[in-house]
């Protein structure tokens, strides 16, 4: 069997108790260490499996975006990643997004700040699922840290899952396409939300 089928019974018995009563302290003790052992061998298992099964060694790039028909067959559905080249070397952003044309547009706005020791975010860490600080500040003190104009502690970056550039930066809407035409039928919506990580 898989290692799905194992993390289960692996968790069952870490969670009972019933066959603990009248055993000492020591012996439910060594099995509760035995029960937690095979949980986390099971679950390194199901991640492996996982990866060999969907995952690929590297992100793909593709010389041009997929059909509508290629994104919910071979990306959306299968849950995998790719990048696709110059899809949007078009847009005005991309010349005008300079730290003064932001500061400019943005720079007095309050925004939403995740801060992380390390950068990693929504990851385990030494053993421990991390989740990141999050903080409001003005998007110049922001821009301030990352140019080094003010020292920080920790690693400071813009992002949030239902998109920062619709929620918090109406203003820079301009400089970017309302949609993304291949993503935007495939995934049957008349305008895409974008999700950005500025």
């Not at 010389?63 to 509508?68: E, I, L």
């Not at 949007?88 to 925004?111: D, N």
Request: hydrophobic fraction near 40%; charged fraction near 25%; glycine fraction near 6%.
């Amino acid at each position: 069997g898989g290692a799905a089928e194992r993390v289960l019974p692996a968790l069952g018995a870490l969670r009972s108790g019933s066959e603990e009563r009248g055993l000492p302290a020591v012996a439910v003790a060594a099995m509760r260490c035995d029960a937690m052992q095979a949980l986390r061998a099971s679950v390194r298992r199901l991640a492996e499996e996982a990866r060999d099964l969907y995952l690929n060694d590297a992100v793909p790039y593709l010389d041009k975006p997929p059909t509508p028909l290629e994104f919910q067959r071979s990306w959306l559905c299968p849950n995998k990643p790719f990048i696709v080249r110059n899809a949007i070397s078009h847009w005005p952003a991309i010349s005008k997004w300079t730290f003064p044309y932001l500061r400019q547009e943005v720079g007095e706005q309050s925004v939403s700040v995740a801060v992380t020791p390390n950068g990693y975010a929504d990851a385990v860490h030494q053993g421990r699922f991390m989740m990141p600080e999050e903080r409001k500040m003005r998007f110049g003190e922001f821009l301030d840290i990352v140019e080094r104009k003010r020292a920080a502690s920790g690693v400071f970056y813009v992002q949030k899952q239902c998109s920062n550039l619709t929620e918090e930066f109406p203003q820079l809407l301009k400089d970017v396409d309302a949609h993304i035409p291949w993503m935007t039928e495939a995934l049957g919506m008349t305008q895409l939300t974008l999700h950005s990580n500025l």
